[in-house]
């Protein structure tokens, strides 16, 4: 204990340390303070260098030679080394009575001679906690032993010197910590202030200053509270109390900024205790206001896109593109729950008609991370589908990576089916569903524009065969079923490539593109027709339908669609007059044909009859082996005062159209009995003739009795008359076309099946039906001999209608070798320009 070494004599010692005197002052007085008490005393202190060490003179320099303050200079703290570093070693007070003698002075001896020292007492200078601080140390000039009165004395003295050392270090401690409290206060960017018991500010910082914007001397002595608003004052209060109990407290809290506007903070209570007394509250303020603003922001914006009606989906842009976050909308248009989306990849939501164009475009945008808008056709959960309109973009951050995607959708089924309805209906027949006039001419006019010009683009144009009238007898109900069921087969027999469209009535055009050559094409015209002919199944009836097909290919004069469809028609026209069911090319000399003006021929046709421009021509038919003419077919020709010649291919289905065929081929009938009721009268073997009967009169009611009365006023007999029908006019109601059939043989006239061969006349059907003669259509021997197949099948023909006892007759034929190849399998008459073409029948030669 300190107390016990003050004396009178000391005691300024001590107000000297109590004062925080420089510690250099005090260890000098201690050291003067010795000297008074010994005699002849040398004093001297020396301080420890823990990091080195050693020990370093810091009083008594005024009684050694520079030489001798050189040697102690880091004087080594070790055993044998003088006094002071042994002393300082062993922590004990060592005394060299002799210097001289003392070998721990041995290294020594010749400075110590010159210095003229001879003895040294070194009492070590210990600190309350046991550490060595240094040493103290009395010299002399002679011979000296310590008495025990001395020893005190420098007992004391070294203790003197150690209670020093303490309160020094303390005080630099101290120093130091308020170094550090102040640095902390000043350089804190949180506002920091010291609070008063009462809740008085005391003191604040700089940043207090910056954060509030309150200037320092405006704030020092205000009431704490008063910063605060209302809302945050009870938070404030209560931990105020806390603190003041010792403990500190951490919060968040509104206050006024100097502007009026609120900030927030976030604070820290730090309750300030002086010797174990709470002497006030240090307050650390930090301002949270951006952060909490930014954090309302993100609030707000998560709130917003969670309730969005749009879709949200946000989804990582690594690897798999896993999904990190959707919304309420996404999961409500998806029927997925959370849990099975997030982490997946977006692509469930395609579906197998999900069009592989706008996935590729997504694709494309997610590999250049670019945005995009498209609508695509997704899959629900459930397996049904919307139409979503998708907004992707990508999520950059600072650096401009793309570190995510975000989506938007939007459920557009409602908007898109109704725009897609509006368009279609614009593009599309009603009918038959297929694409409408526009919507080929549209396609046409593009094609034509872009397509390369090596490339070849056929246009066919599809006319039905015989529709009108089978139209007029079964109705329009089942016609427009035929017309679908035509259109539904078309449709089904095109690629998916292919433009098909009905133009108007019973006309349909396809437009073909990538066939390598035309032979491919004229190929597919022939499929297309044996694809038709077999007969469709409607509300009932079997309805055979056959077609004429007319073909244009693209070429360099051609610039517009209209040109090429003109082309078409006309090579379809072509087509029905070689006999339909078949195709037909597109050849420039068609151009030079006159064209065909329907609708003033129309006109036209209503006077032909009154003005006598209708005649009956008469083709004969041979028989081969014996050469003899035995019939004659009545052949119509209308000669038109301006266009000349017009065959009955173009006007005969005109007048069915109109109407004008009833009138016609009564006309017809009467002449053609008139004129052979004429010419048989000068003949030994009477003529029979033929007449060609049109569908529309064949089922009139009162077609029967027409017949009869002409037979009656011509007087022409009724074996004699030969009436020729088709077969398509036929199976529109076979059972009611037998009655009639039946009926017509019964006045005793007979029944010719015209160009047998091109319809569906099947073999067995023939069989069932009440006829006498069959005639061999003219496309049978187009191709003869070349066509194999052709005269296989006319060689059977003739057999199997031999057998029905059926009359053969071969029409069209043209050339020697067809007229020896049909005598040989036994055909039994002829017709065509080998023997005879149709002429007036003056001319006829028999
Ligand atoms: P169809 O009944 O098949 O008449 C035969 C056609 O073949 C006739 O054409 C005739 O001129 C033609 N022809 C005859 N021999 C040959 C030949 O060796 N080579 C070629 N290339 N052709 C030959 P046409 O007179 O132009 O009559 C065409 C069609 O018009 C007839 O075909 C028939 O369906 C219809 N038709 C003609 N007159 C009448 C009629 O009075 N009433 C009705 N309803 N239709 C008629
Ligand atoms: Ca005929
Ligand atoms: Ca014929």
């Known amino acids: 204990m300190a107390s016990q070494f003050i004396s009178k004599d000391n005691s300024h010692i001590f107000q000297l340390i109590s004062q925080g005197d420089n510690l250099r002052i005090v260890l000098e007085a201690i050291t003067a303070w010795l000297e008074s008490q010994i005699q002849d005393a040398i004093v001297s202190i020396m301080l420890y260098d823990k990091s080195n060490g050693v020990l370093n003179l810091v009083c008594g320099h005024e009684h050694f030679s520079p030489e001798y303050l050189e040697m102690l200079k880091e004087f080594p703290v070790q055993a044998q080394s003088g006094a002071c570093g042994t002393a300082a070693f062993h922590k004990d007070l060592v005394i060299s009575e002799n210097l001289i003698t003392d070998p721990k002075w041995k290294a020594l001896r010749d400075i110590l001679l010159t210095e003229k020292l001879t003895s040294c007492w070194s009492m070590p200078v210990i600190s309350t906690d046991g550490d060595l601080y240094g040493t103290f140390a009395t010299y002399y000039r002679t011979v000296r032993k310590p008495s025990n009165i001395e020893i005190n004395l420098l007992e004391r003295a070294a203790h003197l010197v150690s209670l020093a050392i303490d309160i020094d270090r303390e005080r630099e401690q101290k120093l130091l910590i308020n170094e550090k409290y102040s640095s902390f206060f000043k350089y804190q960017p949180d506002a920091v202030f010291e609070v008063n018991l009462e809740g008085y500010i005391v003191s604040a910082n700089v940043a207090f200053e910056k954060i509030t914007g309150f200037l320092g001397n405006e704030i020092k002595g205000q009431y704490y509270f008063n910063f605060v608003p209302e809302t945050s004052l009870e938070t404030v209060k209560t931990a105020f109390e806390h603190s003041l109990k010792g403990e500190s407290q951490h919060y968040e809290l509104q206050a006024y900024h100097a502007s009026g506007e609120l900030l927030w903070l976030e604070i820290t209570n730090l309750p300030i205790k002086h010797n174990k007394r709470i002497v006030g509250i240090l307050v650390i303020a930090k301002d949270i206001t951006a952060k909490n603003r930014y954090q309302e922001r ?209 006309e349909f055009a396809i437009i073909l593109l990538d066939f390598k050559t035309p032979d491919h094409v004229a190929e597919f015209a022939e499929r297309l027709l044996k694809n038709l002919s077999t007969p469709f ?264 209608a031999h057998q029905l006892n059926l009359e053969v007759v071969a029409e069209g034929i043209e050339i020697y070798e067809q007229v020896k190849f049909l005598t040989e399998y036994e055909c039994d008459m002829i017709q065509g320009y080998f023997y005879s073409k149709p002429v007036p029948i003056n001319q006829l030669k028999l």
């Open 298 to 506: 993100i609030r707000l914006l998560e709130r917003a896109i969670q309730n969005s009606t749009h879709g949200v989906v946000i989804a990582h842009a690594d690897a798999d593109m896993p999904i990190v976050y959707v919304n309420a909308a996404f999961l409500a248009m998806t029927g997925y729950t959370e849990s099975e989306i997030v982490g997946r990849n977006w692509r469930f939501l395609k579906g197998p008609d999900t069009d592989a164009n706008t996935l590729k475009k997504i694709k494309n945008a997610l590999i250049t991370k670019t945005q995009l808008q498209v609508k695509i056709k997704n899959y629900r959960k459930d397996g049904s589908w919307f139409w979503n309109q998708l907004t992707l973009a990508p999520i950059l951050d600072d650096l401009g990576h793309c570190t995510h995607f975000l989506g938007i959708q939007q459920d557009v089924t409602k908007e898109w089916v109704n725009e897609e309805y509006i368009e279609y209906q614009k593009t599309h027949d009603y009918l038959t569903g297929l694409f409408n006039r526009r919507a080929f001419d549209e396609y046409l006019e593009k094609t034509l524009k872009n397509i390369q010009p090596l490339k070849d683009l056929y246009l066919l144009y599809i006319d039905l065969d015989d529709f009108s009238p089978l139209n007029e007898t079964l109705g329009h109900i089942v016609g427009d079923k035929l017309l679908q069921a035509v259109a539904t087969r078309m449709k089904n027999f095109i690629r998916d490539k292919d433009m098909l469209s009905r133009i108007s009535g019973d």
């Open 537 to 800: 199944q409607i509300d009932g009836h079997k309805i055979h339908i056959t077609a004429s097909i007319g073909i244009a290919k693209n070429c360099s004069q051609i610039y517009q669609g209209i040109h090429l469809i003109q082309h078409a028609i006309l090579s379809m026209q072509e087509a029905k007059k070689q006999g339909r069911n078949t195709w037909s090319w597109y050849q420039e000399k068609y151009n030079d044909l006159p064209k065909i003006d329907y609708i003033n021929l129309r006109l036209d046709l209503s006077e032909a009859l009154e003005k006598s421009q209708l005649n009956v021509f008469y083709q004969p038919l041979v028989q081969p082996k014996t050469g003899e003419v035995a019939s004659l077919e009545a052949l119509i020709r209308w000669i038109h005062p301006e266009k000349g010649f017009i065959p009955p291919d173009v006007f005969i289905p005109l007048a069915e159209r109109t109407g004008h065929i009833v009138s016609i081929g009564r006309w017809v009938l009467q002449q053609a009995c008139h004129d052979i009721f004429k010419l048989n009268k000068n003949r030994e073997r009477p003529l029979s003739v033929s007449v060609n009967i049109s569908p529309l009169e064949f089922h009139r009611t009162n077609f029967l009795n027409d017949l009869e009365e002409i037979l009656n006023v011509s007087q022409f007999p009724p074996q004699l008359l030969k009436l020729e029908v088709t077969e398509g006019m036929l199976i529109t109601d076979v059972q009611k076309s037998i009655e009639i059939l039946h009926a017509i043989r019964a006045l005793g006239i007979k029944v010719s099946l015209d160009d047998f061969g091109t319809g569906y006349s099947s073999l067995s059907y023939l069989r069932r039906l009440p006829v006498d003669q069959i005639k061999l259509d003219k496309s049978f021997f187009e191709n003869f001999p070349i066509d194999q197949q052709d005269t296989a099948i006319v060689k059977l023909i003739i057999e199997i």
